[in-house]
């Protein structure tokens, strides 16, 4: 069974900083591309970050450049979403995703995690 468990999300207040965590389970970690999504209350899902097998490519939202740094650990099968000088228009529900690769740039089957909330508010 799989399973993609997020946290470390919380209140914090305008420019200050926060690391988000997805813990998987249940699959082949280094085999799937792993990415942070987030949605807002009335807004659609967008991507803000991911990061390829082994950690060698990322690919942020031009929103977040800059402040926000994703990385993995696929020893501990956990990927992280550091969030810097956080905005107002960051507060949001994050979600983890992780998509299988069959091969660079060809995936298959995803999953998702329960999501966890952030807002920056002062």
């Known amino acids: 069974q799989v399973q993609l468990v997020e946290s470390g999300g919380g209140l914090v207040q305008p420019g200050g900083s926060l690391t988000l965590s997805c813990s998987a389970s249940?699959?082949?970690?280094?085999?799937?591309?792993m990415s942070w999504y987030r949605q807002a209350p009335g807004k659609e899902r967008e991507l803000v970050a991911r990061?390829?097998?082994?950690?060698?490519?990322?690919n942020y939202a031009d929103s977040v450049k800059g402040r926000f740094t994703i990385s993995r650990d696929n020893a501990k099968n956990t990927v992280y979403l550091r969030m810097n000088s956080l905005k107002p228009e960051d507060t949001a529900e994050y979600y983890c995703?992780?998509?299988?690769?069959?091969?660079?740039?060809?995936?298959?089957?995803?999953?998702w995690g329960q999501g966890t909330q952030v807002a920056v508010s002062s």
């Open positions: 995703n992780a998509k299988f690769t069959v091969r660079d740039g060809v995936y298959g089957h995803d999953y």
């Open positions: 990061i390829t097998r082994a950690g060698g490519s990322t």
């Open positions: 249940g699959l082949t970690f280094s085999r799937y591309l």
